[in-house]
């Protein structure tokens, strides 16, 4: 007989990287406590009124504000953005780039096209 298996556990941390949220605006009882792996499925499945709230209004972590101003890390970094940003300051963003996020999202886009233009040469070898 093998023993039971113990269940997968993750960092508070971890977790609220594959949801997409800002760690620090989640419950303290997230923060604070370990994430089973039927924990993070079922949060993910059947989000509850904080998570869903965090996903739509923010403030959201780097990664996200990058993906929504089709920007990179790097390019947020450049342009001044340090901290989490809300759903509201990024539309705001979008409705009246300033010069850096232009730039920043034409950088981002020719390094786009580099990366498929190289797939695309590697997969015709």
């Known amino acids: 007989m093998s023993k039971p298996k113990k269940p997968q556990m993750m960092k508070p941390s971890t977790a609220a ?3 997409e949220v800002y760690l620090p605006a989640t419950p303290p009882e997230f923060q604070e406590g370990m994430v089973s792996r039927e924990e993070f499925d079922d949060l993910q ?3 509850p009124p904080w ?3 965090l996903r739509k209004n923010g403030p ?3 990664h996200v504000v990058a993906a929504r101003l089709r ?3 790097s390019g947020l970094a450049r342009g001044g953005i340090t901290e989490p940003l809300t759903t509201e300051q990024i539309a705001a963003l979008i409705a009246d780039p300033p ?3 232009v730039r920043e ?3 981002f886009a020719e390094v ?3 990366q498929r233009e190289l797939k695309e040469r590697e997969r015709q070898q």
């Open 45 to 47: 499945r059947n989000p």
């Open 112 to 114: 786009q096209r580099e």
């Open 105 to 107: 999202r034409e950088t």
């Open 71 to 73: 920007v990179s890390n």
């Open 17 to 19: 990287l594959k949801l």
């Open 60 to 62: 959201h972590p780097r």
């Open 99 to 101: 010069a850096w996020l």
């Open 51 to 53: 998570l869903a709230e």
